[in-house]
Nanobody, 116 residues
Framework: QVQLVESGGGLVQPGGSLRLSCAAS????????MRWYRQPLGRERELVAS????????NYADSVKGRYTISRDNAKNTVYLQMNTLKPEDTAAYYC?????????WGQGTQVTVSS
């Protein structure tokens, strides 16, 4: 079955960096667009970034453009989210997502907390 396992979250000071990873299994990873979402406590989940199956096309939320980079390694079935110049408002649970029709799949999430 489809599994998405995120890692790499933690506590970081404002201006710092983190790299999230999402290890995927149970489907042909290289055939699917992958996405990262985040959900601050008490708020709705929002799309942060997406990457096409080949990695050639990426898209970002305006709030993270220029600071975050999504990438993937199809040989390792892993998608990454490099987060730089982190701000307190980036604090959230971050989730990996794939739509393998007709279902949506989510990872368990990894918490990112940006605080001094």
């Amino acid at each position: 079955q489809v599994q998405l396992v995120e890692s790499g979250g933690g506590l970081v000071q404002p201006g710092g960096s983190l790299r999230l990873s999402c290890a995927a299994s149970g489907f042909t990873f290289s055939n699917y667009q992958m996405r990262w979402y985040r959900q601050p406590l008490g708020r709705e989940r929002e799309l942060v970034a997406s990457i096409s199956s080949t990695g050639q096309t990426t898209n970002y939320a305006d709030s993270v453009k220029g600071r975050y980079t999504i990438s993937r390694d199809n040989a390792k079935n892993t998608v990454y989210l490099q987060m730089n110049t982190l701000k307190p408002e980036d604090t959230a649970a971050y989730y990996c997502y794939v739509r393998s029709w007709p279902k949506d799949y989510w990872g368990q999430g990894t918490q990112v907390t940006v605080s001094s």
